[in-house]
Structures are given as C-alpha cells and as structure tokens.
C-alpha cells in the first residue's frame, strides 16, 4: 500500500467479542501500511445487557477509552476516538446521548444491524421479491430516521441489506434509497464506503456505485473504512474503493476532529 491511502475510518477490537486485537494494534498495522490516521469505532455498549455478544458492556466502556489513549500516545498514526452507535429506536431518546456526552468523540458512525437481511441468501426460498423489497424498504426507512435523529456523524455501511448475498433492482432502490440520501444531506452527514463488503457474500463495497452516484448529486461527503475485525484488515480493499470513488466523481473524502470535518484530497 502507498502513503497516499486516506484515513480508515472504521475499525473494531477484542472488546466487541467477534474481533481481536486493541487499538495499539491497528494503529501499528496502519502505520505499516503507510495509513496516516484511523479511527477507533467499537461498538457502543447496550442497556440492561451484562453478558452481551456482539460488544462491549457499559462497565467496559472506560477501558476503551484508556486503550484508544494509549494508541494516541504511541504516535504511530494519527488515531481518533470514535464510536459505532447502532440505530434502535429505543436508544435515541436518552441512551445513546447520554454515552455520547460521557467522551469527547472525533466521530460517530451511525449503523442499522438488526433485520432478516443478515443471513438470508439468494438462494433461501423465502427470499421471494416481495419479501425482498419490503425487506429493503424498512432497512431504508431505518436508515432515514436515523440520519434524522442528528444524534450521527456518518452513515456506515449504507446498503448492507446486501450483506448476504441478495440485491435489490436498480428500480427498487431508485425509488426507496433517494428519501434516505436527502435525510443524510439535510443534517450534513457523510456516508462511509465500507470495504468489508468485499469480504461478504455481497462482493462489493458498501455503498455501489450506483448510490455513490446519488449520493455526489447531493453532495454527501465520504469517508473511507474498512470495518476491520483485526489489524490485517486495516485498509484493506482500498485502492478498489478510491477507484469507486472517483468514478462516481469523488476527489476528496472528510476528515473527522471532534465531530466536524474538513475536506482532504485523495
């Protein structure tokens, strides 16, 4: 990889229970790879939920902070303090402000996980294209209301109801994916291309090009993540997605400091 990469936005640790590695660990790899700055985004801890599966409990949430302090202080890559907070409604009303208020974040990434989408194939008999295109009608909706709470900086993984493998038609997504990209433009926020979906069954980056393209006629601004689960994940895919962007006629991505961007060259 070059020095040119931009900054990886999305990274995950041991604390989330289905990745591995610390901070300290990504921030080596990054600077390995010639990545200047990345973003630590664990997942936000859940109320009520002591033994939890898939992040980190409350009482975990101040030994995140120590080990993003300490990957700062290492001074191998710039690396910012950020938060995955997942969209449920009923986190928005004091949850999820209150845990935001309790660090002084550089950004938070927005996401929407709970859905059928998650493990159903293209060849899963229930999969028929009326269920598909309610399925994708409620992600979207979700996505709207999330970016219309404010509580968010960037939308992570836009369109990953098509994680497993399923993609809606272009006359689908032409009709429910506008509304969402005008609700994301109305409160400023920016949209990550998300290069996991290189490593899912969806063999693409999240978003398509096709939404990129939406997204450059409302001026949207992109971050880069690779949504890594260890430090080899770090920038991984890349190039691809720098190709991605500048084919739906991107040239610059934002640059996150305590949840306000300034727009960088790639």
């Not at 974040?105 to 294209?129: C, E, K, R």
Request: net charge negative; proline share 8%.
């Amino acid at each position: 990889m070059t020095a040119t990469l931009p900054a990886d936005t999305h990274t995950h640790t041991a604390l989330c229970r289905h990745a591995g590695g610390v901070p300290l660990d990504y921030a080596r790899a990054a600077a390995a790879r010639g990545i200047k700055e990345i973003a630590c985004t664990e997942h936000i801890p859940f109320p009520n939920d002591p033994a939890p599966a898939i992040r980190m409990t409350a009482d975990e949430f101040p030994r995140y902070l120590e080990l993003v302090r300490e990957a700062q202080q290492a001074g191998l890559c710039e690396v910012l303090l950020g938060i995955e907070a997942d969209y449920q409604r009923d986190l928005i009303g004091e949850h999820i402000p209150r845990l935001l208020a309790a660090a002084d974040f550089d950004l938070v990434l927005g996401s929407i996980h709970t859905g059928p989408f998650w493990d159903l194939g293209p060849n899963d008999p229930n999969a028929t294209p009326e269920f598909v295109a309610q399925m994708n009608r409620t992600y979207y909706q979700r996505m709207k209301e999330m970016a219309q709470t404010g509580l968010y900086d960037i939308c992570a993984h836009f369109d990953l109801v098509k994680r497993a493998g399923i993609h809606a038609p272009t006359a689908l997504l032409a009709e429910i994916v506008p509304p969402a990209l005008d609700a994301v433009a109305a409160t400023g926020m920016a949209i990550e291309i998300n290069t996991s979906g290189f490593r899912h069954r969806a063999g693409e980056a999240y978003p398509s090009l096709t939404i990129l393209g939406w997204m450059k006629e409302r001026d949207i601004p992109i971050v880069f993540g690779s949504d890594a689960h260890n430090p080899d994940d770090v920038g991984q895919h890349f190039e691809p997605a720098v190709a991605l962007a500048r084919a739906a006629g991107y040239t610059h991505y934002a640059a996150f400091r305590k949840r306000r961007f300034t727009l960088r060259p790639f």
